[in-house]
Every structure is written in structure tokens, then in C-alpha cells.
């Protein structure tokens, strides 16, 4: 390095020497004259690091962290859950809580040996959940059904309804369905969330039923009083 980058007048300064190179140090005593040392402190590089992964993720759902850092000997990850990798290049994780965690990964030289370090934020999603409710479960048919969407979950969600019926899906958030024949339906709502993670599927059934027929007979068509 050229020019004089740090000075002190301590006795026993410390410097950080912040870039790679030979650095060249010298001490100035003076009292009764003068009197100079020299010494040289060579910095060496530290590895280029470099690392990439997805921004996101499901709960439950694993994400590769892809290590791109070249002439490196050795790679510690640390996933921010407490979980750790050692002396893996690439890691592959799966978290098990929704959150934010900062992943660290510290990278050594295959040169000589210098550490890096580097943090990156994953963001990690929790499944929603499907539920909904009805302002009826029976009736004679046809029967008009409202359904009402209680999905909990991230962002905006995302539905699916089938009505067991065999007639056409719907994405409504809450749906109104007819049911024209009498029967014992299955509804099921499917939840995703806006990061298409997948929710459980939840069930209801709805009973249909046919419209009363009357009909009776008996024996004979005349009958004798008191008889």
C-alpha cells in the first residue's frame, strides 16, 4: 500500500487493516535522538463468497441454498432455526415453524486458509387453513346452500370448491350452490395461499332430500255401518 494509511501515538496501537496486500509498519522512538523499526505484515484474501436460495418457502416444504463461492475448502451453514450444516458445499433444509430466519454460511480458502462470512433472510410461510361454514347442512331439494369461507391464513388465499355433485368447481370466496336431486353431497374447500403453499382440505356433508309422496290403501271399498 502507498501512503500513509493509519498513524497512532500509543504505545501498543491496534489497527484493522480492512483490504489484502503487504503493509509496511514503522515505529518512530525519539528521546535523546532518534531511532526507527520497520517490520511488514502481509493481509491475505479473503475467498469470494457467494451464495443464492429462494426468498421463500412453505412450512414443511425444503429449500436448497445453492453455494456458488469459488476456490473454497470448507462450508459451515447455520439455518437460524439452531440447526447447522458442516462441510457441506450446497445444503438442502426444511423448516418446521413459520418465521423469518437469517442463514449464515461461513466459507474457508482453499488458498490459504482465510475465513468469510456472509447472512442472507429467508422468509418462511405458514399453511393456511381450510374451514368454512354453511347456513344449512339439510333440506328438500332444490336446496340453496351459502357458504362461508373461515380459511385462515397469510396474504391473499386462494379457493377451490367442489360440491359433490358433479357440477362444475368454484373459485368464490363464498360460494351460493343449488342442489337439484335429492342425496347425500360431499363439499370440500381446498385452500392456497398467494405463495401456493398447500392447505389441508376441509369436508362437510350436505343432505338433500326427496319431497314427501302420500299414498295409502285399504281392503275394501264398502264397509257396512257398525261392521
Known amino acids: 500500500q502507498t501512503g500513509v494509511m493509519q498513524s497512532s501515538e500509543q504505545l501498543n496501537p491496534t489497527f484493522l487493516l480492512e483490504n489484502a496486500g503487504r503493509y509496511t509498519v514503522i515505529l518512530y522512538a525519539s528521546n535523546c535522538g532518534t531511532d526507527t523499526d520497520t517490520a511488514y505484515v502481509d493481509v491475505l484474501p479473503s475467498p469470494e463468497l457467494r451464495f443464492s436460495h429462494r426468498p ?10 445453492i453455494n456458488n463461492s469459488p476456490n473454497i475448502s470448507g462450508s459451515q451453514w447455520n439455518f ?3 440447526s447447522r450444516s458442516i462441510n457441506t ?3 438442502r433444509h426444511t ?15 482453499q488458498l490459504n486458509n482465510c475465513p468469510a462470512e456472509d447472512s442472507s433472510q429467508v422468509l418462511v410461510i405458514g399453511n393456511p387453513k381450510a374451514s368454512f361454514t354453511t347456513n344449512r347442512t339439510s333440506g ?3 336446496l340453496r346452500v351459502d357458504f362461508s369461507n373461515i380459511s385462515r391464513g397469510s396474504g391473499n388465499l386462494q379457493s377451490v ?3 359433490g355433485d358433479g357440477s362444475s368447481s368454484s373459485t368464490s ?8 336431486r335429492p342425496g347425500n353431497y360431499v363439499v370440500k374447500l381446498t385452500v392456497y395461499d398467494q405463495d401456493s403453499c398447500f392447505a389441508d382440505t376441509s369436508l362437510l356433508n350436505i343432505f338433500v332430500h326427496d319431497h314427501p ?15
Open 56 to 65: 421463500f418457502v412453505c412450512v414443511g416444504q425444503s429449500i436448497d441454498f
Open 80 to 82: 437460524g432455526d439452531g
Open 89 to 91: 458445499t450446497s445444503a
Open 95 to 109: 423448516y418446521d415453524s413459520a418465521g423469518t430466519y437469517w442463514v449464515k454460511l461461513r466459507v474457508l480458502s
Open 140 to 142: 328438500c331439494f332444490p
Open 161 to 163: 370448491w367442489n360440491f
Open 173 to 180: 370466496a363464498n360460494p351460493s350452490h343449488t342442489f337439484d
Open 213 to 227: 309422496r302420500s299414498q295409502f290403501s285399504f281392503a275394501a271399498k264398502n264397509y257396512c255401518i257398525r261392521h
